[in-house]
Structures are given as C-alpha cells and as structure tokens.
C-alpha cells in the first residue's frame, strides 16, 4: 500500500497520511513509558524518600494523571512526526537540561545546600530525573507543534487598529488597553493603601533630606526622582500617607503605559490574537507586577524603561523599514535603563557593540545613536556626579559571590584551612574571624557575609584580595563552586523560590526618617493578613505561592528563566536569528544578578517576568517575515 500525499502546506507540517496507513505505533509504547516514569515522579513528591514510602497514598491520583499523560503523549508524538521541523531534536536536550537543572536545585535549597541529590544516584533520584525530563521534552514538543500550526495568522480587525490603524479608533483602542491593565492594578493599591516603599528607598530620601551624603550606593538617576518627589512633598506640605500615594499612583500609570507601549507594538508585528491577548493576560493578572507596580523602589521605574527597550530592539531586528522614533526610543531608553539602576550601565555599555551583529543592516543609525549614549552615559558618571559631589558606593557590593566562596570554603574545611588562608579570612571580616564566619553564611543570601567585610575592605588592595581568593579556590574548587550554585539557584532551577521573596508591606524608621504610614509592624487585616499568614506574599515569605497549581510557577524566578528559554528554542528552530538581538541586553542583566547577593531575588526578576511577552511575541511572529529574519531583503 503506498501514501497518499496531500498538496504542499506552508504550516510547518508533512502531508498527512490515508487513515488505513497511518504509520508506526511506537509512540504509544513511548507515550505511556514516558507517563509512567511522570507520574511516578511527581507522585513521589520533591522530599528523596525511599521509593515506595513516597508513593504512598497517592495511587489514585497518578493513575488518573497516566491515563491522561499516555493519551496526549501518544497524540503529541504522532503530531510531531507529522512536523516539517525537527521537533524532538529540540525538545530531547531542552527536556534534559531542565531536569537535571530541577534537580540540583531541589538538592542546593534544602538545608545542607549541597548537590547531593546529583552527584549521589538513588532510586528516588533517578525516577525523578526520568520523569521531569520526559514532561520537559514533551512541553517543548508541544510548545513546538502548536506554533507550527496555529500562530501563523497574522492580526485582524481591531488588533491590526491597534497596531497600525489610524485617528480615533487606534488612540480608543489604545486608552482601552492601558485602562484594563490599570484597573487590574487597583485592586492592588485599594489593598495596600497608600502603596508600599521598599528600604532602599529610603536612602535615597535621605540624600534629598540632607540627612546623609549622596554616594553611588543608589542610582543617581533614581535618588534624583526620589529629590524631585521629596521637593514636591515639601512644597506642597502632603501628609507622609497623600506622598506615598501620589508616588505609588504615578508610578503604577507610568508603568502601565510602558506595558501599553509593549502591547501596541506587538500589535504591530502582526502577533496572533490569542498569543496578544495571552500577553495582556500575564501583565494584567500576574500578581508580581500589580502589586510592584505600587512599590516605590528603583526596580519599577527601571523595569519600564528595560520593557522600552526591549520592545524596541525586537521593532529594529525585525527587518522592516525602520522609523526615525525608533531610533530616538532606543537611544532614550537605554539611557534611562543605565540611569534608573547601577548595573544599568554595564547592561548598556556590554549589549551595544552586540547589538551591531543582529542590526548590522542599519549600522549606521545605530552607531550615530550609541555614540549619543555613551556621551550620555559619560556625562553621568563624571561631569554629574563632579557636581553633585557624589561619593563612591561600597566596593564590596560587586564581590558578593567570591566573598560567599571564601565563606563556604571556611564552613566545609575549617580545620584544614593553612595559617595563610586562615590569616587571609581573618584580615576579611570585621566581627567574624575564620573560627565562626561560616557560621553566618546563608547560601542564597550573600548579604550578611558581604556587608561585615566592607569595613576592613580598605585595609588591602583588590589585587590582595583576589590573590587570597584564587589561592582558597584553587585548593577547594568543590566548596567554590557549590557557593555560586547556591547564590544563584533562584535564577535556574525551575520551581526553586526567590530567596527574598515579593515585598508586600512597607518599612519604616529607616536612616533616621520615620513616615506616618501603614508599615510593616503593623497589625494586618482583611486579604493583607490572608496572603501574609498563608505566605502568599511579604518580604522572604512566599515559599507557600509555589504551592498553587501552575499559577505558582509565576513565582518561581528559575521557571520564567527557563520560559525565556523554551522563547529562545523557537526561535532559535526558526533560524530566525535577527529577533534574539532581544537576548543581549537581558543576558546581560541575568549575568549581573547571577553576580548579585540573593539567590531569585523577585525584585531583580522583576523584568523577566514582564518582559516575558515580549519574548513570546518575537517567538511566534508571523512565518512571513523569516525571509527577512534570515537575511532577506529589507528597507532601511
């Protein structure tokens, strides 16, 4: 019997075959091997357990999960084979990757922070691996035959309005957009009234009130907005309670605006109506953002500038005819991104020689427009802070990691340290010495071992500093290595917890200023005391918000890396490699977190998560603009 071929498709799938030959039936063997090994793993739970003792009680649940799982493994394999794309090629090795990922990070945030669970195979072990490598593999399969198939349409009706229309219409569907995101957020401040601010904050008030000198500790650029805000409060004579509100307001509407930004020009590439409207449905219903949205703290300003950004260079590489206002965004953007946030800069000043690669059809204007702001950026840092007689910030704040390896490596051979290396720590800390610093050491929290190092840190030069640091890593590169696995875990695992969690209450007494204001110390009540009591949210309390199904992934700063991952593999499949010019200033900002001194710290995540859409949207674009994509011709 031969195959009947059907005409050519242009949706990334093979001809179908005649029913009476629909070829091998392997993928149901595969299929219910594969949900097997699933539901075997996730009924014995994420606690290494002997085998059977973790099983126990959960037999009918997993039988109805392996019927389901078999069933749609078996329609998604045959599915994939129909693809005209490799699909398993990609998904077999994503599949990997995230178990093994999973796994080590379930083993480094228990208590002994360790890769135990990795490096010593059990069978509790093993059958976990298997199981969430199989169910990886196959969400990128699925991920991968639902693109191929049904994102192809370009947008319609009032989304095309959206995007390019023109008068009345556009600008109400414009105002409609940024009213549903704002009345998704106020609920958030009605909560929360008058909004929330965060303790850095308050550091940066205290430069405005003369209180202490202004130093780089904070953004200059960021202090500066506090100024401004601090000279309105005092002109006007607000109350502290109208201040934070009037603050907190504003910055949830420009904040929506620059998600309104975000949605309107993903209108404009063309995005499929459910892929926009599943956009919209992130950024108005992911908690993470409502209730940032009213914290004042330099994250939210510098999220919305990065979502800027980041949307712009997708507009750029898209390779269309650009439009000089793209240009002036770029450039006025990423001005504000290296202003708004220390490590600002050097996402800006490392992502635009990258750049150049991906757009290099318009290097002209983006030369012109780099040249801008790097004269920007210098002007900031010297002529600026000359006059404002700005001080330099700690210098211990960007050796968190070597710092919390030296610490690790005095906790795990204290007895075995050389009187050299014990001098070398001991001439670190300031109330710690080599007998009891590994005592304080947190392995997703790198701030208490930080901050009592930066007294004694002008007593020794940093070629000093990294001599003894290279020579205790070179004699126990284990303990070394486990120390940045464990400050940085929050950020790969998937599922693993922010450290610090999300800030859901404001600090107060802080540098000396004490603010009228709902703070936390205060009794809780109505749904702030229902969140905070079944940590839901609330600063290092919302280990309970990864309990809810799915949803709760949200809240995994390790998931939403690894979704920009599986964004990343799309296009990646496409060969559509101008669009992953996005990925080069957020790679960047990840390498500055992974530098960072909290493991998932939520705040530092903040625009991952809100600039996941956009990443999905460069994913999904219409198949039609490959061409260009992949060096065809192009306007300029």
Do not use: C
């Not at 003792?53 to 009918?60: C, K, L, R, T, V």
């Not at 504000?336 to 490392?350: E, F, M, P, Q, T």
């Not at 809810?548 to 690894?562: H, I, K, N």
């Not at 859409?613 to 065809?632: K, T, Y």
């Amino acid at each position: 019997m031969t195959l009947r071929a059907e005409p050519a498709h242009t949706d990334g799938q093979r001809p179908t075959r005649t029913r009476s030959n629909a070829g091998p039936r392997w993928h149901h063997i595969v299929a219910a091997l594969g949900a097997l090994a699933t539901v075997a793993s996730f009924a014995a739970g994420t606690d290494p357990l002997p085998l059977f003792q973790a099983f126990d009680g959960n037999s009918i649940a997993a039988v109805a999960s392996f019927a389901a799982l078999w069933a749609g493994g078996s329609w998604l394999l045959a599915a994939a084979g129909r693809s005209a794309r490799p699909v398993f090629a990609w998904g077999i090795p994503f599949g990997v990757l995230f178990a093994i990922a999973e796994l080590a990070g379930l083993s480094l945030t228990r208590r002994e922070a360790d890769l135990a669970l990795v490096l010593h195979p059990s069978a509790w072990g093993a059958v976990h691996l298997l199981g969430v490598a199989y169910a990886a593999t196959m969400l990128v399969a699925l991920v991968l035959v639902v693109t191929d198939r049904s994102l192809a349409a370009p947008a319609t009706g009032r989304l095309a309005t959206l995007g390019s229309g023109r008068g009345r219409a556009r600008w109400g569907l414009i105002g409609a957009t940024f009213g549903v995101i704002a009345l998704a957020r106020i609920p958030y401040l009605v909560i929360w009234w008058p909004g929330l601010i965060f303790f850095d904050t308050y550091r940066s008030l205290s430069y405005a009130r003369g209180i202490m000198p202004w130093d780089a500790y904070e953004p200059v650029g960021h202090s500066l907005l506090i100024a401004g805000w601090n000279g309105l409060w005092q002109f006007f004579g607000w109350s502290d309670q109208a201040a934070l509100a009037f603050a907190a307001t504003l910055q949830m509407l420009t904040s929506t605006a620059a998600f309104t930004f975000v949605l309107v020009r993903m209108a404009a590439w063309g995005i499929d109506r459910r892929v926009w409207g599943a956009a919209l449905a992130w950024i108005a219903l992911v908690p993470i953002l409502s209730l940032s949205s009213i914290t004042v703290v330099k994250d939210i300003p510098f999220m919305s500038a990065f979502l800027v950004l980041a949307v712009t260079i997708v507009d750029l590489a898209r390779g269309e005819k650009t439009s000089r206002w793209m240009w002036w965004t770029l450039g006025a953007s990423a001005i504000a991104v290296a202003v708004l946030r220390s490590n600002g800069i050097y996402v800006i000043l490392l992502a635009l020689p990258l750049l150049f690669i991906p757009l290099r059809r318009h290097w002209k204007k983006l030369l012109a427009t780099s040249a801008a702001i790097v004269v920007a950026i210098v002007a900031y840092m010297s002529p600026l802070a000359a006059v404002m007689n700005i001080g330099p910030g700690p210098k211990t704040e960007m050796w968190s990691i070597p710092l919390q390896q030296i610490a690790r490596i005095s906790l795990d051979h204290h007895d075995e340290l050389s009187d050299e290396d014990r001098a070398f720590v001991d001439s670190i800390f300031t109330k710690w010495d080599v007998d009891d610093v590994g005592d304080h050491y947190i392995p997703q929290f790198a701030d208490p071992i930080k901050l009592d190092a930066r007294d004694k840190w002008p007593n020794f030069t940093t070629g000093e500093f990294l001599s003894g640091w290279a020579r205790m890593v070179g004699e126990y590169p284990a303990s070394a290595i486990v120390a940045t696995l464990g400050n940085t875990v929050g950020y790969w695992a998937p599922g693993a917890p922010s450290y610090d969690g999300l800030v859901a209450e404001s600090h107060n007494d802080v540098r000396t200023i004490t603010l009228d204001i709902p703070d936390r110390d205060d009794e809780r009540t109505g749904v702030q005391r229902y969140l905070h009591d079944n940590h839901l949210v609330g600063y290092f309390n919302t280990k309970a918000s990864l309990d809810v199904p799915v949803l709760g992934q949200a809240m995994s700063p390790g998931t939403v890396t690894w979704l920009w991952l599986l964004a990343l593999v799309v296009i990646a499949r496409k060969r559509a490699w101008r669009r992953l010019a996005l990925y080069i200033p957020i790679g960047v900002l990840m390498l500055t977190f992974l530098a960072g001194p909290v493991s998932g710290g939520m705040r530092y995540m903040l625009v991952f998560v809100a600039a996941l859409p956009i990443a999905v949207g460069a994913a999904v674009l219409p198949r039609a603009e490959a061409s260009a994509d992949q060096g065809g011709p192009t306007r300029d």
